[in-house]
């Protein structure tokens, strides 16, 4: 059994009209929401040993929060082109050339892949707004087997706004 955990990268900032959509950093509430979300993964039992990211700066920076929520030493963190604005079958792809010893894999990227990633894996359409995180329980025991397929279960979707008093 793996856990594939995927994240929308946290809210960007869209001041700065001149920077590319790849360059745009976090804003304010991003720089807020995905520490509060690495707090929330790190409380579960199920964690991930791997967090693969889109080389978007917003995604960079989220995945970078999430490591230092969970201690990580920031190594884990794998930082990959092909998830920035990927579809669906593009991060089964990078997944399933992930460490096939991690039991938990997160992947860090953008909508609506994410989305749609979760409905191919689960039948279940969940919105990611920007820093929500789902996790999905998959029947592998590895990530090679990863099959863009209704196979797995959702477990469970954190959202920043759920998490306001």
Sequence with gaps: MKTLMVLRHAK???KDPSVTDHDRPLNSRGKRDAPRIGKII?????QPEIILSSTAKRA????KAISG???LSGKEVVLDSRLYLAEPAEIIDVVR???????????VGHNPGLEVLVIRLTGHAEPLPTAA???????I????SLELSEMGQLQQVWRPRDLDP
Excluded at 133 to 139: D, G, I, K
């Design 69 to 71: 929520a969970l201690g």
């Design 97 to 107: 050339n992930a460490d096939s010893n991690a039991h938990c894999i997160l992947v």
């Design 60 to 63: 960079r920076r989220t995945a």
């Design 42 to 46: 790190a409380a579960e039992e199920v």
């Design 12 to 14: 960007s900032s869209w």
């Design 133 to 139: 995180v789902a996790a999905v329980s998959l029947p």
């Design 141 to 144: 025991n590895s990530w090679r």
